[in-house]
């Protein structure tokens, strides 16, 4: 099912701060990727987030389109994602930090996130270069 309930959305300050300091990086395009593998809990399996600096642009309008456009592309292919982690009994969190140009197409978007994904299947926890 293609949907992103509150449950899967990566929130709080603790638990933000706590994937920026233990987490990994990587950057794809315009995005840089940090992401953490948890030990397993009841939590869904993947926790996702995003961030669109003032750098991009100072209107709210635009950083908030930016954001509802990544996560539709997200949405929208997380279900292979997802199921891959299961069979792997993995646990991640996800947060990606957009940092490219103004005005992004979803399609754009969604390419770059699939991109990401697959880098982050790839990977049995160490960095996807």
Same mark, same amino acid.
């Given at each position: 099912?293609?949907?992103?309930?509150?449950?899967?959305?990566?929130?709080?300050?603790?638990?933000?701060?706590?994937?920026?300091?233990?987490?990994?990086?990587?950057?794809? *395009?315009?995005?840089? !990727?940090?992401?953490?593998?948890?030990?397993? *809990?009841?939590?869904?399996?993947?926790?996702?987030?995003?961030?669109?600096?003032?750098?991009?642009?100072?209107?709210?309008?635009?950083?908030?389109?930016?954001?509802?456009?990544?996560?539709?592309?997200?949405?929208?292919?997380?279900?292979?994602?997802?199921?891959?982690?299961?069979?792997?009994?993995?646990?991640? *969190?996800?947060?990606? !930090?957009?940092?490219?140009?103004?005005?992004?197409?979803?399609?754009?978007?969604?390419?770059?996130?699939?991109?990401?994904?697959?880098?982050?299947?790839?990977?049995?926890?160490?960095?996807?270069?």
């Amino acid at each position: 099912m293609n949907t992103l309930p509150k449950g899967e959305r990566l929130h709080g300050r603790t638990t933000i701060a706590e994937v920026f300091s233990k987490g990994k990086r990587f950057g794809v *395009d315009s995005f840089r !990727v940090v992401w953490r593998i948890r030990k397993p *809990d009841d939590l869904p399996t993947v926790r996702f987030g995003i961030t669109v600096s003032k750098k991009i642009s100072k209107k709210a309008v635009v950083r908030n389109r930016i954001k509802r456009c990544s996560r539709e592309a997200y949405r929208t292919v997380k279900q292979a994602f997802v199921e891959e982690l299961s069979l792997q009994q993995k646990q991640i *969190d996800l947060f990606l !930090v957009y940092s490219g140009n103004v005005d992004p197409r979803t399609e754009d978007l969604q390419e770059k996130i699939i991109l990401i994904l697959k880098r982050l299947t790839a990977t049995n926890g160490q960095n996807p270069r």
